[in-house]
């Protein structure tokens, strides 16, 4: 029920391709998804988020989608670049919960040909 | 957004002895810090939330009394590793929470030797 499940574990594109990463759910009590980059050695930093009240949200080259109805919810990033190489988490939370306690994905590691 | 400073960066310690990681969220207060592990090419596994001026909540399998955390203030948190052992070797990470968003520091690598 607490898990997130994130697909593919690793992907690579060329350059300007339109990598896509998904994420699926089982808490119906989620509603908050957002997206982290994480570089070696750094911690996460927050890319974008949606919530399900909203099936797309979009800022600059990243774009979520969510299906609300199939529980998932999926992240795109347009005209990629090499410097867009990374590992890449999703995560859920209850909104307005005792802690907002984020459940990651499992991660993809994306890379991005020059 | 919001900044979230951690600190060491890195930190090499003998096996038995105590290290100690501070979080600090330099332009917010912050109620609500997370303490998280993450191991090679692996997801962050949260280990505990802790709470301003109360005891931290433990995931269950992780032990209170070897990973002491103490939320003294609105803008610092800390994450004793005690009597440190090999296996505590990890990259440990925190977060603090603005509203719904949670904001990372840069990660610790304590290596235990």
């Known amino acids: 029920q607490q898990q997130v499940k994130q697909s593919p574990q690793s992907l690579i594109v060329q350059k300007g391709g339109i990598p896509i990463i998904n994420c699926a759910y089982e808490?119906?009590?989620?509603?908050?998804f957002p997206w982290y980059q994480q570089f070696p050695g750094k911690g996460p930093a927050l890319l974008i988020a949606?919530?399900?009240?909203?099936s797309e949200k979009k800022e600059g080259r990243f774009t979520i989608s969510f299906n609300k109805s199939a529980k998932q919810f999926s992240l795109h990033i347009m005209d990629s670049q090499p410097g867009d190489s990374a590992t890449y988490f999703c995560?859920?939370?209850?909104?307005?919960?005792?802690?907002?306690?984020?459940?990651f994905g499992t991660g993809t590691l994306l890379a991005v040909q020059p | 957004g919001a900044v979230v400073s951690q600190h060491p960066s890195r930190v090499i310690c003998k096996s038995g002895t105590s290290v100690k990681i501070e979080c600090r969220s330099l332009?917010?207060?912050?109620?609500?810090m997370f303490w998280y592990r993450q191991f090679p090419k692996k997801s962050l596994m949260l280990m505990a939330t802790?709470?301003?001026?109360?005891?931290?909540?433990?995931e269950q399998g992780v032990e209170k009394d070897k990973f002491l955390i103490n939320h003294a203030s609105l803008t610092l948190s800390t994450l004793t590793v005690t009597s440190a052992h090999p296996e505590d070797s990890s990259f440990y990470i925190c977060s603090a929470a603005k509203g719904t968003e949670a904001f990372f520091g840069q990660g610790t690598r304590l290596t235990v030797v």
């Open positions: 332009d917010f207060q912050a109620t609500t």
């Open positions: 802790s709470n301003e001026g109360s005891k931290a909540t433990y």
């Open positions: 949606i919530r399900p009240d909203v």
């Open positions: 808490n119906t009590a989620f509603d908050y």
């Open positions: 995560a859920a939370s209850i909104r307005g919960g005792a802690t907002n306690k984020l459940i």
